[in-house]
């Protein structure tokens, strides 16, 4: 399990092959990149802000979820932090099962988890200036739906 | 105790931490807030609107009901937007 934050660029290709093993028949991979535009408008920047620590205990926290709710190989997160430009990757999640559906799964589970627990805070520069990203009502969702009980 | 802002809470305070010395009334992260705001200021600003702030009590998330005390770790931010 491989959690990580930091200021540069990831491989996704090298992440992915660190997962790779015969007993992982599955590899699943998201990459999150920076759109060009956001609220109809040309997107300058972005500035990841985090809290150091949290951050990393709360992707642990996820990732062990994970793995307690599908039998998984091999798990890796990797956020980036700081300042960002359109087009550049942001955020990757990895998961390695023996079988494609666990992986595929999980991962989903992991994004969604990450967007709404994880403490990152999105800010943007656009021509009107700077502003903070809201929180979509649409994650919250998206979290909530894997809850059973 | 130790209290962190984070985002657009910390640029209204104006600060990322501070020490705060725990006053008996508060025993909550919400009563926390509530104390926390009647500084008035970029504080009254920060926490006018509490349903916009999330809490997070010795790195853990948790609701304004949560119980704080002296050495406890809290940090006040909006919700995350991350990914």
Redesign the interface.
Known sequence: MTVRVQHEDFEPGVEIARLQREDAGAIVSFVGVVRGESHGEKLVSMTLEHFPGMTERELERIAKEARSCWSLQGVSVVHRVGNLKPGERIVLVVTAAAHRRAAFEAAEFLMDYLKTRAPFWKRELRASGEHWVEARGSDDAAAARWKRD | MKV?Y???LRQKIGRGEEAVDLPVAVRTVGELAAWLAARGGGYAEAFADVKRVRA?LN???VDFAAPVKGGDEV?F???????
């Open positions: 962190l984070f985002a657009w997070a790195q853990e998330h940090a931010f909006p919700p995350v937007t991350g990914g």
